[in-house]
């Protein structure tokens, strides 16, 4: 069985604002769940990107200010132990580059009723992985067939909603609901929008 | 002979303005006296030829001056000799000053000089205080009459204080005169007993000292240290290190039997002599009448009385053995000397009560009599208790109110304001109703506009139809 890649998708990086805790950094992506943040892209200083890091791991806010004059200041908040840190130093000049990810993104849980989130870079690859996840989540085959219609249920279901996201990224969350999923594929069994592959 | 004694304000080193002729910048001290503009002038008119200014700048208050040592001093004060030509002069001053600091010693006494003087013009006017807060609020305002007062000049000359010391003639260094049937100097136990003069102005005094100056733990005095230090008027002075007592001229008894003096036995007093003293003294006591009614009555009720709906509280009762009448005393005035109190004249079968004044001086020792035993208590208990000795009359005949009923008449007057009270606030309330409903009717209608206007702000909500199958995330 050959291994078949497809080729990597960038994430979208606009400049979203400035953040000032210690000195200041730049923001280039961001989305929140709620109140809850989910994907932070921050570049800067290491001490203004690690203190950013911090006052977050410690469960206080801080706040985006966009550079446009009228517009209101994004406010990031999150639960503690929440966010996974992934930072490198962009080597020539001396800034590093953070970011952090919510860690349902990262491993989700099928066992229990969850949530966890998806990058829309490329649909296909996007719908792919959402496709695995259920695969994962329910006691039931997943064709690959069925993905597409799956996501379209899944939207009007309210099991897959897109995140409020800045600077270009486009998140969406996916509620790990078995139950809900079974139903799901169970009616469109017995409608007739999904086929066993013959 | 007429002494003044002109108050000088300072006694110190001055600095000069005189030119000097060493080339030091710093000027040159000069010791003299601060003192006001018109005892500056007084003493210039009287010992000009004594006085020296000293230059100063800049102060204008006072004038600095040097002054001979031949002008007589005593405390803060120059004692100067005048004659009776010169105190026109200096009346002429003083008539232009409040209260200036010159006194005249005339007939054995201090006397103030002619000089102005407050007083009061006998004309009222108002004074407004407004009472307010920072934001221009007032809250209270209130209107005194005051009397105007007025400045004038006293011309006559009267007696004062003065400087606060007599004057005696100036005398030479001689020994003060010491307490008769004492001698000056008493030496015993190791320590002196000794009566002083005192240094410039001081009193002489008597000094209890160690014989020879030795240390602490040899010392006669410190070992008597506590009944020493228990005298009173007695202090430790640690210059000379002595004890030294201003109590009086003769010294306390406890030092004399510290030092060991017994004293001259003084010739003892024939017992037939003192019993007859003691007998003239007990019949002059005895003599002395008793006052109808005691100045301790007066001072323990004095500015107690009140009226209490009826039945104010007596504290003192009168018996008229021939006219039969109690009197009830519920307010004294020693001023006016009257008594204001109710009456109560007893008849055969009946009882008269009333309220009236009786002047103090109308009332002859002999026939009233004071209840010893009576204590302030309210006048119906007062009328009850002399109603059950003479049994003739019954206490409500007299229309005085139990002490129940004044407190139930002082529950209702209290209760009437309440009420009207509650009466003027609901008033006030249906008044402002209207009101109120028109702010809650504008509350709500800005809530309304509030809720449109965030619904009207909000964007379209997604439509709920399906997206396509082949782009589901579209």
Not at chain 2, 25 to 34: A, T
Not at chain 2, 192 to 201: A, I, Q
């Amino acid at each position: 069985m050959s291994h078949q890649t497809s080729p990597k998708s960038m994430i979208t990086q606009t400049y979203v604002g400035q953040i000032t805790v210690v000195g200041e950094c730049f923001c280039y992506g961001c989305a929140l769940d709620g109140q809850q943040l989910v994907y932070l892209d921050v570049a800067g200083p290491a001490t203004s990107v690690e203190a950013v890091w911090a006052k977050l791991a410690q469960g206080k806010e801080c706040s985006i200010i966009p550079p446009e004059h009228d517009a209101q200041k994004i406010i990031l908040r999150t639960a503690e132990g929440q966010l996974k840190r992934l930072q490198r130093k962009v080597e020539g000049i001396g800034i590093h580059h953070l970011l952090l990810i919510h860690q349902d993104l990262l491993t989700p849980t099928y066992a229990e009723l969850s949530t966890t989130y998806l990058f829309l870079v490329d649909k296909s690859q996007t719908t792919a992985k959402l496709g695995s996840h259920i695969q994962q989540l329910v006691d039931i085959a997943v064709f690959p067939e069925w993905y597409a219609y799956l996501v379209q249920q899944g939207r009007v279901e309210g099991l897959i909603t897109p995140l409020a996201c800045y600077g270009g990224t486009s998140l969406w969350k996916i509620i790990l609901d078995k139950t809900a999923w079974q139903r799901v594929i169970c009616r469109g069994v017995s409608q007739g929008h999904l086929h066993l592959p013959a | 002979m007429l002494y003044i004694a002109l108050r000088f304000h300072e006694k110190g080193r001055y600095e000069s303005h005189t030119p000097t002729e060493t080339a030091s910048r710093r000027k040159p001290k000069v010791s003299g006296y601060q003192l006001v503009k018109p005892n500056y002038r007084i003493l210039k008119l009287l010992v000009g030829d004594h006085v020296s200014d000293i230059p100063r700048s800049r102060i204008v208050e006072y004038h600095y001056v040097t002054v001979a040592d031949s002008v007589r001093q005593q405390g803060h004060y120059f004692i100067l000799p005048v004659i009776d030509s010169q105190l026109a002069e200096i009346e002429a001053i003083t008539k232009l000053e409040r209260q200036p600091p010159v006194h005249l010693w005339r007939d054995d006494q201090w006397w103030s000089f002619p000089q102005l003087e407050m007083y009061n013009t006998g004309e009222m006017t108002t004074m407004r205080t407004t009472i307010g807060d920072l934001f221009g609020n007032v809250h209270e305002v209130r209107e005194h009459q005051i009397e105007k007062t007025g400045l004038r000049i006293r011309p006559t000359y009267e007696p004062s204080k003065g400087p606060g010391f007599e004057l005696t003639r100036p005398t030479a260094n001689r020994a003060p005169d010491a307490p008769a049937n004492l001698p000056t100097l008493i030496t015993g136990n190791g320590m002196v007993l000794e009566w002083k003069r005192g240094y410039e102005d001081k009193q002489p005094c008597w000094w209890l000292r160690d014989e020879q100056r030795v240390s602490k733990a040899q010392s006669a005095t410190y070992r008597h240290y506590a009944t020493l230090k228990a005298t009173p008027h007695a202090r430790w002075s640690k210059g000379f290190a002595a004890w030294y007592y201003t109590g009086g001229s003769r010294p306390p008894q406890k030092w004399l039997e510290l030092v060991g003096y017994s004293g001259v036995v003084s010739p003892a007093m024939p017992p037939e002599l003192s019993q007859q003293i003691e007998a003239v003294l007990a019949a002059d006591d005895a003599a002395e009448k008793e006052p109808l009614i005691p100045l301790s009555l007066y001072d323990t009720h004095a500015g107690r009385y009140d009226w209490n709906y009826g039945n104010p509280e007596v504290w003192c009762k009168l018996a008229h053995d021939e006219a039969g009448w109690l009197f009830f005393i519920a307010n004294a005035s020693l001023t006016e000397r009257s008594l204001y109190g109710y009456q109560l004249t007893l008849g055969e079968n009946t009882a008269v009560g009333e309220w009236l004044t009786l002047a103090l001086d109308d009332l002859s020792a002999d026939s009233v009599q004071r209840d010893p035993q009576f204590t302030r208590q309210s006048l119906r208990h007062a009328i009850e208790q002399a109603a059950t000795k003479v049994k003739t009359f019954l206490p409500d005949e007299l229309g005085i109110p139990t002490d129940a009923d004044c407190r139930r008449r002082a529950f209702e007057a209290r209760h009437q304001t309440y009420l009207a009270e509650r009466e003027r606030q609901r008033e006030l309330e249906a008044m402002m109703k209207p009101y109120h409903a028109f702010q809650a009717m504008l509350n709500l209608r800005q809530a309304f506009e509030e809720g449109l206007h965030h619904l009207t702000g909000c964007k379209a909500l997604p439509t709920q139809s399906p997206p396509p199958l082949d782009d589901p995330w579209s």
